[in-house]
Structures are given as structure tokens and as C-alpha cells.
């Protein structure tokens, strides 16, 4: 079992930068493939990136291919989502998850919200 908690989400301009973190507990975290979703209301959970458990492998959705990047450390039992050039539409809850076997992710963090205002 595997807990996970999202920080770092936060109101920013258009064209701005934040880093998503997400932490998790137990000492299995290298076995879990990583990833994030967003959602906004209204809509299905939308999936954004994945890593996989060296962090050798990374895929994005094409919405934010160039712009967002996944990255983990495994000594710290964290994954972060680096986002750049940031974008009204970019605004959503921002979800952690993590699965032995992408893409099927059954943890889930609580979600953080990001607003980007233009």
C-alpha cells in the first residue's frame, strides 16, 4: 500500500512556472510506475505524464509535451511535475497516481489545485 500526497499547486499568470510534488509513503516507491492526471469540473480526468519506476522512461499527453516535465527520486519517495509556460487552459486539480503496471494506477493522491489566470 502506498499513501500519496500532491503540494505545490498555487495561482499563477499566464506564461508562468510551478513544480508539483508528490511524496509518498513506504518503501516501495521504486516499484510503482508514476503519474499525473488533472481534471476540472465537469470533465473526466485527464491524463497528463507518466514515469516509469528507474525514471528512464517518461510520456506525455500532446496537450503539454514541451512545456510540462515528470521526474522522480527515489530516495526521496517523490515525483514532481515541472510546468512552464503555463496556460489558462492549463487550469485543473492535478492529481498524483501510482500503479505497479502503467497504465493502471489504483493510488491516488488528493489533488492539488492549479489556477492560471490570464
Known amino acids: 500500500q502506498v499513501q500519496l500526497v500532491e503540494s505545490g499547486g498555487g495561482l499563477v499568470q499566464a506564461g508562468g512556472s510551478l513544480r508539483l510534488s508528490c511524496a509518498a509513503s513506504?518503501?516501495?516507491?521504486?516499484?510503482?510506475?508514476m503519474a499525473w492526471f488533472r481534471q476540472t469540473p465537469g470533465k473526466e480526468r485527464e491524463f497528463v505524464a507518466t514515469?516509469?519506476?528507474?525514471?528512464?522512461?517518461?510520456y506525455y499527453a500532446d496537450s503539454v509535451k514541451g512545456r510540462f516535465t515528470i521526474s522522480r527520486d527515489n530516495a526521496k519517495n517523490t515525483v514532481y511535475l515541472q510546468m512552464n509556460s503555463l496556460k489558462p487552459e492549463d487550469t485543473a486539480v492535478y492529481y498524483c497516481?501510482?500503479?505497479?503496471?502503467?497504465?493502471?494506477?489504483?493510488?491516488w493522491g488528493q489533488g492539488t489545485q492549479v489556477t492560471v489566470s490570464s
Open positions: 514515469i516509469s519506476k528507474s525514471g528512464g522512461a517518461t
Open positions: 513506504g518503501r516501495t516507491f521504486s516499484s510503482y510506475a
Open positions: 497516481a501510482a500503479g505497479f503496471v502503467a497504465p493502471s494506477y489504483n493510488h
